[in-house]
């Protein structure tokens, strides 16, 4: 099984703040997505980076993809309550068959008002 | 709304009973997939299928099976209840790999407690 790295695990910061959360494997990724799942429901998809160093943004958020497409991140500017959630990134590894993704195990975020 | 649709939203087994989880999706994917979420494990597949007619095992299939007679339909079936299988499951759905930059889309989930 080949493995997404995910960190911090947990985050718990004030309203305005800024935050960043990673997301690692020691295998190339072909594609590699962000979820975000509020409690109570499914992930909801956020992005998809294909390109190695490609930077999207959503809004306050701004997701990069390494260079070397073994890595990614996820930065929050200026955080809202509304960002509280659970963070996933899923990949499909380079040498995979089929797209059935990988999932990391989460950044569980909380923003304070 | 188009999507994935997953019922029940909540069920509570007894040990050795069986049940169906319910999926379904509306939007012509090809690969569906069922995963279930603990608390510090993520999502961890359990089966899915890459088109009508199509399963195969994912990381955790010792209990459930499954079987993929439409393209919008994808049932997950308990053979036994166990304590082990309470968890929340995901049903979730996509297009097919040729698609470059897709993603999955979800159901709501069905949360499962087996005493």
């Known amino acids: 099984t080949q493995l997404l790295e995910q960190s911090p695990q947990f985050l718990s910061i004030q309203e305005g703040e800024n935050l960043t959360v990673y997301c690692n494997s020691s295998s190339v990724f072909s594609s590699l997505q962000w979820y975000r799942q509020e409690p109570g429901e499914g992930p909801v998809l956020l992005v998809t980076?294909?390109?190695?160093?490609e930077v999207k943004k959503l809004k306050r958020l701004t997701f990069q993809f390494g260079d070397a497409r073994k890595d990614s991140s996820l930065h929050i500017t200026a955080a809202q309550p509304g960002d509280t959630g659970l963070y996933l990134c899923?990949?499909?590894?380079?040498?995979?068959?089929?797209?059935?993704?990988?999932f990391g195990r989460g950044t569980s975020l909380i923003v304070h008002p | 709304n188009a999507g994935v649709t997953q019922t029940p939203k909540f069920q509570v087994l007894k040990t050795g009973q069986s049940m169906t989880l319910q999926c379904a999706q509306d939007m012509n994917h090809e690969y569906m997939s069922w995963y279930r979420q603990d608390p510090g494990m993520g999502l961890r597949l359990i089966h899915y299928s890459v088109g009508a007619g199509i399963t195969d095992q994912g990381e955790v299939p010792n209990g459930y099976n499954v079987s993929r007679s439409t393209t919008e339909d994808f049932p997950l079936r308990l053979l036994s209840a166990a304590p082990s299988q309470t968890s929340v499951y995901f049903c979730a759905s996509s297009y097919s790999q040729g698609t470059v930059g897709y993603g999955y889309t979800f159901g709501s989930g069905t949360r499962l407690t087996v005493v």
């Open positions: 899923a990949a499909r590894h380079a040498s995979g068959g089929s797209y059935i993704p990988t």
């Open positions: 980076v294909v390109t190695g160093g």
